[in-house]
Structure formats: C-alpha cells, structure tokens
C-alpha cells in the first residue's frame, strides 16, 4: 500500500515507505531517513509526530499480526535530512538497514492534540492583533505546557474578552485553509510571520481572522478546535505570555481541577461554588491558632527554663522556630556557669550557643565543626546548623 502525502494538511496518517539511511545519533537514538515521509518534524515551538514503524504488509495497529515494532519519539529535521528517532539497540540497527521496506503510522491522537493547540494559537493570535494590535512573538508547544508571548499588556478583562472571541469563533466552524500562494498572490497579502520565510511560503488562512505563515498541521475548521481556555497569564518583557490549551487538553484540565474542587468541597463540607471562602475562613482560623500555639509554647519553655537547676553546660533540643531557639538559649543562660546550646529537633538542626558568663565559645564551635557544623557569631553568641544526633552533639559538648 502506497499513497501519496498531501503537503499542505500532513496527510495521510499511515503511509509505505524505505529505509534510505540509518545515522547513530547518541547511545540511546537512532534517526531513521525513509523515502517519503508524513510525518511532522519539530520546529516553530512544537514537538515533532510520534508514531510506529512495522515491516511493509503489516498495520502497527494490529499488535498480534507485526512481527515487530519500532517506535518514532520525536522527528527532526537535521543537516543529514528529516530524521524520524528511534531507540538505539542492535536489533533496530538490524530491522531497520537502508533499503529495508516498512509500513509507518503516525499516532493519530498526539497529531490531532497538537493542531488542536496549534490551530488554537493561530485564532488567539488574529483574535489578539485585530482588538489591540498586538504581535505574537512566541510559542511554544509542549506536553506539559502551551504558551503564546504578545509584544502589549493584555489586562485580566482584556483576557476574558479574549476568550469569548476566540469561542465564538470556534464554534462559528469557519474553515480553515492552507496554501502555497503564487508569486503574484504574495505581493498582495499581508501575513504574519515571526521570521522570513525560507523556500516556498505555505500560509494558514483562518477566515476573517488570521492569515499566517505556518509549518505545521492544522485543523480542517475552526470547529475542530473544540474550546480554548486561557489559564494563566504573566508580564512578559514588557508584553503578556498566556498559558492556553484547546479541546481536549482544555476538557482534561478542567477535570483534572474540577476533581481538586470536589475533594476540598467534600473535605470541607460546603458546596463546590463556595471553596475560596471555606478555605479562607480554614486558614484564617489556622493562622489565629498558630498564633496560640507559640505563645503557649514560650510560655511553657519560660517555666521550664525558670525552673532548671544551675548547670555548667545547658542542653536542649526542641521542636521550635530559630526564634523560639534564641529566646528559650537566652532563658537557659542565665542557668549556665559556662553556657547554654539549644537546638531544633531533626535530622538538619538548627542551633545556638549562649554564654552569659563571658565564656570562651570559641573552642566549643571548633568541637562543633569537628561534627560538620556550619555557622558562627560574636561576642557570646554563636548559631547555625549541624547535622548530627543529640549523642554526637553532646560528646562534642563534653556533656
Ligand atoms: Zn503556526
């Protein structure tokens, strides 16, 4: 089965072809040239086509019937041509020798996903430079993130109304062209472009909206798209970067934070429209207890320091704040004849060293060091942190 491949929509999805060369690229990938290819590579902000490569005769997607697969992760466009990558292992350098026949499949749902975003962009962007006249200047298109930079400062309202155009225009299906123009159609059109266009000019037109020079595989509509939600927005040297996904990246989203509102609504009892304000009163009530909580706590280390006996060293580790540690050292002191150490609990801790006696601390931080503690001070106060246990710390003290 071979087919012809339409340049201008990246068609079809599965296609015969040859191995021409196979290049070790690292110690894991190999990049395969083939004959012909449909696959999209990287560029422009966007991952390239995955896919599947099989022997000629067989379908990738009937997994009993290939006698082996071997899968495309990303596509290239490399100075030894359009490279399709794949693991490096011996077995593939031997399956896939030049001259080799093959049948490729390229994974539909990534393809589609990614003109959903891409087509998106491209709405988003005339949406934008027809209302204010700003000027798409990046894009970039991952698995974790889609994101579009402007040249002007889009506000909060100005994104909302951005949203609902670009909806309308969606589901207003409108079609969708790509084309080579002619020599003599280019001089009459003004496109957008971010950079100058090497070899022919292929421009996605999406009607009355946008006309842009354009790599990459688009949707047929505007239909097609689905939805696009524009979750994130930040200053950007000196313009906006939107963080937006479409169709069903956008409907995963909106799951995926629906089902974190639903378990804090359950959590908290209360209804899912009222989540902000229970958390709010939550943390509120939080901070008030919290509040409490050290004052109680400084008063309890107030007794206990009051009623410690008179030592020559004062040792204590407790669970506290670098705050409540000065404090409550400041406290012991006055029960040391040579000085007190207090420190916080765990594996890292926190701590310090106070005579009020006018000992020497001196030789006591170098004990410390020898246990790998780090830290310093004047006069008759030393802090800083020790990784070590309370028995290591009290035989560097001479406990
Ligand atoms: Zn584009």
Redesign the pocket.
Known sequence: MTVSMDPLRFQPLSFDCEVLNLYTLDESTLGVELDRSAFFPAG?GQSGDRGTLVPAGYTPSDTADAPWRCIVENVEMRPEGLLHLVQNCAETVQKLAPGTRLHAEIDRDKRFSDLQQ?SG??ILSGVVCGRFGYTNIG?HLSEQEVTVDFDGILTENDICKVEDLVNEIIWENRPIRVFFPTEEEKSHLSYRSKKEVEGPLRL?EIEGVDL?A???P?ANTTGEVGALRILKSEKNKGGTRLWILCGKRALLDARAKLGQNKRVSNLLSVKQTETADAVQKLKDEHAALLYEHIGLKRQLLQQQSDAAPVRDIQFAALDADTETLRDYADRLAEKANRFAFVCSAGDEKQFVLLTKTGADLQPVMAALRQCGARGGGRGGIMQGAVKANEEELRRALEI
């Open positions: 422009g891409h962009e491209h894009f996605v842009c354009c790599c990459a688009h």
